[in-house]
């Protein structure tokens, strides 16, 4: 099934994080390295510096594929008792990868998110700046 386009004409989420396009106007400048995003999308100057990721992404997914490595190691220990330097050979580069490959697609979905859904810093009412 096709992910729905947004309102804009733009490509669903999941393609617009996995091709790194620009929440503003689709072009492929998100990124200016392997996970680093650009500070402003180089065809339209979109500001990509003014939204907050963080480390959430990383976060989430140490927890989700760390959960699952363990899983599958155990299954594995259970299965073939295998020498604990195949589970190091195995494991940590796997790990490893996976994290590496599923970043990039993560922060470029939390940011076109946050984007499309207009997030901005907490305000009070009548106060245009923000409050610190």
Same mark, same amino acid.
């Given at each position: ?32 390295g ?6 402003r ?6 500001? *990509? ?8 992404? &990383?976060?989430? /997914? $140490?927890?989700?594929?760390? %959960?699952? +490595? ?27 990868? *996976?994290v ?7 922060? &470029?979905a939390? /940011? $076109?998110?946050?984007?499309? %859904?207009? +997030? ?13």
């Open positions: 099934m096709d992910e729905p386009r947004s309102s804009k004409g733009q490509s669903g989420l999941v393609q617009a994080a996995l091709f790194g396009e620009c929440p503003a106007c689709g072009a492929r400048t998100l990124f200016a392997w996970v680093r995003f650009a500070p999308c180089r065809a339209c100057g979109h500001d *990509f510096a003014a939204y907050n990721v963080g480390d959430g992404p &990383a976060a989430f /997914l $140490i927890l989700v594929i760390g %959960a699952l +490595v363990s899983a599958f190691a155990v299954v594995l220990q259970v299965q073939a008792s295998p020498p604990f330097w195949v589970h190091i050979l195995l494991w940590v580069p796997l790990t490893f990868a *996976f590496i490959l599923s970043l990039r697609v993560s922060k &470029a939390m /940011l $076109i998110h946050e984007a499309r %859904a207009e +997030v901005r810093e907490g305000r009070l009412d009548g106060d245009e700046k923000g409050s610190r």
